[in-house]
Every structure is written in C-alpha cells, then in structure tokens.
C-alpha cells in the first residue's frame, strides 16, 4: 500500500477489499467543477438548492479520481456513462468503461460518499437519522410482512434507526444490481437490525451485503454482487479529493 502525502493510496485497489470514501460538503472545492464533463456540468448546472448540486459535484469528482487513479489519467479524461436504463437520461448509475473499476454513489445530509471494487458490482447507501421520515407509512411500502413485524416489535425509541437499518441494507442491494427502486423491495428479505446483514430471499444469487459506521447521526450500508466476502474499508475522502486539486 502507498499513501501519498495527501492519505489517497493510489496503488489500493485489490480485489479483496472494497473501499468506501466519504466526503462532506465543506470538502467541496471550486476546482473539483474543472474536472466534470459537459453533462455532468450541465446536471449540475441544473440543481436548484446549492447544498444538491455540491452533493452531486463532490460524487462526480470522488468517481473521477478514483477511476482517473485507477487509469492512471486526469480525472478529468475518464469516461463515465451515466445513461439511465429506464429512460436513457444520464442520472443513472455510473459506469466506468475500460476502467475495471465498479462504483456507486450516495449522499445525504452533509454526508456524500463513493464505494468502490476492482471487479464487483457495488452499490452504497447512506441515510441521515432524520426525524420527518414516515417510518410507518414508508415500512409499508418497502417491508417484507415479517420485516415489518420485527420492526413492529422494537422499542419506538430505536424505529427510526431500524426503519433506516433495513431501508440502507435493501437499497443498497438494488443500486448494487442496478435496479434501484424499480425493484419490489417488499420482495427482497434481508435479516433484521439486530442481526448482521445477510440478504435472506433476492432473487440474484450472489449478493453480500455489509453495514457501514458512514459518521455520527447516518446510517449507511453496501452490498456486492459477488458471494466471495470482502474486507470493507470506510475512508476519508479528503486525500482523494486534494489529489483532485
Ligand atoms: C438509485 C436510487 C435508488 C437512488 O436513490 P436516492 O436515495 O435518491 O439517492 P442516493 O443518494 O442514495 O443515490 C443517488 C445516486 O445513485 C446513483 N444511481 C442512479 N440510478 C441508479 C441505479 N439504477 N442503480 C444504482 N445507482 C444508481 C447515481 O450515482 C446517483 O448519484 P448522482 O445523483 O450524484 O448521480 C433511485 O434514484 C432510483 O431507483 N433510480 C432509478 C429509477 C428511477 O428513478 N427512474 C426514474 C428516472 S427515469
């Protein structure tokens, strides 16, 4: 392993570890825009709210320099296709082509973070513990009937923490396979908060699915297509990002 002056080890990928760095906003820079292509400065462009667009512009900058470290380019050279399966508009996961290099992203709150594996299908959610979510109304859309009742069963101080648990466990999983909420989450069972992550009943074969530590007041989790089981390594994004600079 070699970490430059900045922590970013750019030797590090290795096919038994999976890498998740995480970015705050503050960590947004105006250089990081120099490194986005025309679409993507034009997504974001179109944001609204400056805390979305810096979160969009932190994930694009955090993918290009891992996949630029990968390449051995410019970030700014890479290739991402972003095109959308459903409507071929690029908001879709992106991919990496000729990179050997598999990615997602997700952001909450001030939290933005990239997952990253040398060969396996990742997908990453992350969930700020926020109190306006609809547990119940949401649990019953997204929650198998045996999901539910162990929820059911928890005391109400700690239901918006396992409402999250399963929620970043199942979206992970479907931004894993690419299918995102287009997938019945109702149909994909994993195991309860208490318990360690396994995925229980899918339909894919070889998912694994690990909880993550993210940072105070969010809950994140990461799934791979892949059943061989991986180290997972939660960094700070602040050396990938100087490298940028
Ligand atoms: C992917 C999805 C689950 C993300 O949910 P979310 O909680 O709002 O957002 P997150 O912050 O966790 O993730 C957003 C990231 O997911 C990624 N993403 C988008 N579609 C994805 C997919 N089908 N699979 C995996 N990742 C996807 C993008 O990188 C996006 O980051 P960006 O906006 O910075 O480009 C949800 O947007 C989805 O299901 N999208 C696909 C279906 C859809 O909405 N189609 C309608 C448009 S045609």
Do not use: N
């Amino acid at each position: 392993m070699r970490l430059d002056d900045a922590g970013f080890d750019h030797a590090g990928f290795d096919d038994a570890v999976a890498r998740v760095y995480w970015a705050r906003l503050e960590d947004r820079h105006d250089g990081l825009l120099a490194l986005l292509d025309a679409v993507e400065r034009e997504r974001h462009a179109r944001y609204r709210r400056p805390a979305d667009a810096d979160r969009f512009l932190l994930g694009a900058a955090m993918v290009r320099a891992l996949a630029g470290a990968r390449l051995g380019c410019p970030p700014a050279a890479v290739t991402v296709d972003r095109r959308c399966d459903d409507c071929g508009k690029p908001h879709g996961k992106p991919r990496l082509p000729g990179a050997g290099l598999e990615v997602s992203v997700s952001h909450s709150g001030d939290l933005v973070g990239v997952a990253c594996h040398p060969g396996a299908a990742v997908g990453l959610d992350v969930e700020q513990l926020d109190h306006r979510f609809d547990v119940d109304g949401l649990a019953a859309t997204v929650l198998a009937p045996q999901e539910i009742a162990s929820l059911a069963a928890t005391a109400p101080a700690d239901r918006l923490a396992g409402f999250l648990r399963y929620w970043t466990r199942k979206e992970a999983l479907v931004k894993a396979t690419g299918d995102g909420l287009r997938a019945d989450l109702r149909s994909l069972v994993v195991t309860g908060p208490a318990e360690p992550p396994a995925v229980l009943a899918s339909g894919h074969g070889e998912l694994t699915l690990y909880d993550l530590t993210a940072a105070p007041g969010h809950l994140g989790a990461l799934a791979m297509l892949r059943a061989a089981p991986v180290r997972v390594e939660e960094l700070p994004a602040t050396g990938l990002l100087r490298s940028t600079r």
